[in-house]
């Protein structure tokens, strides 16, 4: 019991948590259960305290018969960054004092408001040179302050705080099997997918989408109940198949109609094949994040492969989530079912326990990041009193009868002694003697080490004093850096201000040129500073889609919208099919940048910005594709 602890995750809608064995060399687990989160209690990672959350705590802690108080919580913020970097091998607090005073150039924020963490990842041991790899986080402040706060209100003992990153990368390292090991965690609002080689992380990405979208579109639709609660619409989610796994809407194997609802209701085909449509719509976004993040693995390391990836979080057990990924992605999806290297309690129903949900709950008691500096704090939160509690002290008469004199009343007198007790004597002259004897020796004692002290100290400072006069000369270096630094970015800021975009057009039209169809017609063409849009003209869909096609593999620009798709027939029955497509400059140098390099980081903002237009622009070319006999499809497809 005493090395128990339990892991808990507070995500905006849902809350998870786990009793565990802490940083067991062969963890068991206990217990785990899951509620609704309070509403408005987190934000952006930041807890606040919430009754409602104690006593639904309590309540859950009580049914279970868990008696464990203390506590690891998983940290969730789009806040926390991280990055990989490379220093001389060198000891322990040295590292340190190197990372802090570079931390300005890995993080542009204010880091008086942040605790820097490291981990080691591997030591670069070569003939020329020794090194180690390093990942360093930064956790901003009021997320531990928070988390303090919180546990002090449940009565907990907080013993460690942990990152989402790294407690996926602790159990990855245990329980996903193969050289290259990729996993994608979706939750409500956020994914997070890992890709290692062995035991070192290559990439961590984090993608600001997630299942909220689909689990609203399914508590909208009213097929399953009005008024469906998040959580109720989450296990209808898990129950039904509420993807459109084909084009049509249809789940392969599925039973000819709509099929019966958890209550027993008959549901209509056709408004269930138009909310699957709608919930795999909502996925979109998070499907064309996922694919670029791949994409641009797969093309830096193309002699490892990703062969498959394990899902887990909650999307784990969203009912079709890995056969569309599969499709989507081009990869072999599968739903993590259970943990190999971990002991679960006989008293856990594997069949019902969603153990795939409870990933960070468990990774996090592995070996969770000190971001506590356990060297500092022996757990802070809740502590275990024991004997009178604060404020609780006797005090007048009372406190007089601790310290060996009876107690007295307000008169001045001695007070009765209650039936049953005896008055304590006082204490002997010859005694109280020796007492201040031994007094008297000890405040010698401490005066004359004081003295010495102080001697040693002044030697010490002449010493420093004589070496600071030595190094003078590095002031002069540190200012001319300081003046260098501040031309430097002076030359960037100028820089960014006076570029401009539309310089890349001549490029745009020599590949314009050279690459686009002889069966296309360029009826027209805007420039603005960012990009070009056209309106294009073609004999056949077939060819639109080529056109379109053929656009995305531009260098010079990036295909962000497709739109005003239209098709005509003159008067001798041939076809004209026109459309207007929206481009902007794509140059290398800002491609590059964007790309944070192998490593953890959250996905770039272009990614979540051309995420909806990219999903548009496969929308309309598949629409492209495909011979369409009514007004309505066409409808369907442009939404």
Partial sequence: MANRVLGIEIGENLTRVVEIDYKA???????????????????????????????????????????????????????IASRDIELPLVKEKQLKEMIAMNASDYFPVDLSQYKLVHQIIEKIDRPEEKKLRLSV?????????????????????????????????????????????????VDEVSTTLTIMDGSMVKLQRNVNYGLADAIEEIQDSELFGEYLSF????????????????????????????????????????????????????????ISSLGRVIDYYQSRN??????????IGLGADFSGLSKLLTNELNVKVVPLQQFDGIHVAKSINLAEAKLAEYFNCVGC??????????????????????????????SGGAQAGMQGNPPVG?????????????????????????????????????????????????????????????????????????????????????????????????????????KLPSEAKLVNMSVTTDGVSMTIKTGSKDIAADVIAQLRTFESIMVS???????????????????????????????????????????????SKDASSQAQTDSNSSQAQTDSNSSSDTDSTNQ
């Fill in 561 to 607: 919208n497709v739109s005003t798709i239209t098709e005509e027939v003159d008067e001798t029955g041939a076809s004209k099919v026109q459309f207007t497509v929206d481009c902007t400059y794509v140059k290398a140098d800002d491609s590059a940048a964007s790309e944070s390099g192998d490593g953890t980081g959250s996905e770039p903002d272009d990614t």
């Fill in 25 to 79: 060399k062969n963890p068991k687990i206990y217990n785990m259960f899951g509620f609704p989160t309070p509403p408005g209690m987190i934000s952006d990672g930041v807890v606040q305290p919430d009754g409602m959350f104690r006593s639904i705590l309590y309540s859950k802690l009580k049914e279970k018969k868990i008696a464990t108080k203390k506590a690891v919580f998983v940290l969730n913020s789009a806040r």
């Fill in 231 to 286: 959580t109720d619409a989450v296990d209808v989610a898990r129950r039904k198949t509420c993807l459109a796994i084909r084009p049509d809407g249809t789940v392969p194997d599925e039973p000819v109609g709509g099929g019966m609802d958890p209550m027993g209701h008959e549901i209509d085909s056709e408004r269930f094949k138009k909310l699957r449509l709608n919930v795999s719509y909502s996925l979109s976004n998070l």
């Fill in 410 to 514: 307000p008169d001045g007198k001695p007070l009765p002694v209650p039936a049953g007790e005896t008055a304590e004597k006082p204490v002997s002259f010859a005694v109280q003697l020796l007492i201040f004897g031994l007094c008297v020796v000890v405040a010698v004692g401490i005066t004359a080490y004081s003295i010495f002290s102080n001697l040693v100290l002044t030697s010490d400072n002449m010493t420093l004093k004589a070496r600071v006069s030595d190094l003078s000369y590095a002031q002069n270096i540190y200012d001319v850096y300081n003046q260098t630094k501040k031309d430097y970015d002076w030359t960037k800021l100028l820089e960014s201000a006076s570029s401009n975009k539309n310089d890349e057009i001549t490029g745009f039209v020599d590949e314009l040129e050279q």
């Fill in 137 to 185: 986080i930064a956790v901003p402040n009021d997320l531990i302050l928070s988390y303090g706060a919180l546990a002090a209100d449940c009565r907990l003992q907080l013993v460690a705080l942990d990152y989402s990153g790294n407690a996926i990368k602790q159990l990855m390292r245990r329980e996903i099997p193969g050289d290259v090991k990729v996993t994608v965690k």
């Fill in 302 to 311: 193309s002699d490892t492969p990703i062969e498959r990836i394990f899902l």
């Fill in 365 to 394: 008691s592995l070996n969770p990041l000190d971001i506590l500096d356990s060297k500092k704090n022996k757990g802070i939160g809740a502590p275990i009193m024991a004997g009178t509690a604060a404020g609780a002290m006797p």
